[in-house]
């Protein structure tokens, strides 16, 4: 298929929505990019879906406006946007075989002459061979296929999708997310993607906007919302952070803080703005940039490094690394993922360490934050029960 080149960015603009005394979406500006890959990431009533179907044309907002390239189409019916929607309940209908089920929408339009459509689409979701099985004979990654395929058909110029992996197990839903970045890579169409699951937003998409009580918290690609996170929620969220609370002793190029006894650096550039004043702030380091020394190969660590000591308290093998638990003057319960490629057999509990990495893996949050914003089991984050 060739790109779709007549549509435009999906464009909001002072968009909100209240159900009486709530305020599910707070008013936001937010652009898609024509031909994207964006995803809508965010707990359990965040606020993600409502945003989804207001550029849909299933809610209406109580204020702001939906642009699909330089048209209004906030006061127009589902029916006549150019969009569609692909929903975690596939809603195949049982009786149509895949063929039939994809045709539909040509069908209703009144168009009579649709096999080619239809075998592009089913050679484009790799399902060539499955075109007279009925809905109840595939998996349930390949159903979901057969209802991309059965939205696409329509040539929409944006597909949206509503926790489109979420009634598939983890092993197929990691299949999918590949697959559908591949769909979208092909039709040039663009996708906005709503998902509570951080690893599915970073896998497929190109741009992320993090959601939190209605609003959107971070807006960026995924690299980049990992490595320099501008709040705690953002740090928490995607991933797992170290946050430890510090004092500003120093600002320049590089911010010097002390924590637990201990000075540490943070680059200036990787900083948020109220940091950069002085006082309190936290130190973040993901655990995988921080490598774990025995106290006794302490003077072997490299000058220039940050280090902080402490005692492990609990470790975790789970085959590719091994997941330490420390408690040290900085901070209580610190995390460090070690790659198990040579494992010193003397980092078990009760051993006293030296954590350590390189500055510039460092950054630095206003500490006026909740450190277990955006933690499992925090306030409006879903637990593993919840999502299921």
Known sequence: MTENTTGGDVRLTGISKTYGSFTAVHPLDLTVPQGSFFALLGASGCGKTTTLRMI???EDPSAGSVFLGDRDVTDLPPYKRPVNTVFQSYALFPHMDISENIAFGLRRRGIKSVKKQVDEMLELVQLGDKAKHKPHQLSGGQQQRVAVARALINHPQVLLLD???GALDLKLRRQMQLELKRI???VGITFVHVTHDQEEAMTMADQVAVMNGGRVEQLGAPADLYENPRTTFVANFLGTSNLI???VVETGSDV??????GKLEVPGDRCTDAVRRGGKLLVGVRPEKISLAHADDAGSIADGRNRVTGRIVDSSFIG????????????????????NIERDARLVPGAEVVLHWNPAHTFGLDADQSLLAG??????????EDAS
Do not use: M, R
């Open 56 to 58: 849909a044309g299933l």
């Open 163 to 165: 926790e489109p992996l």
């Open 184 to 186: 979208q890579t092909e």
């Open 245 to 247: 609370e510090a004092e």
């Open 256 to 261: 010097v803080v002390t924590a637990g006894g």
């Open 320 to 339: 590719v690394s091994t997941q330490y638990v420390v408690n040290s003057p900085a901070g209580a319960e610190l995390q460090v993922y070690e790659q």
């Open 375 to 384: 933690t499992v089991g925090a306030a409006g984050v879903e637990t593993v």
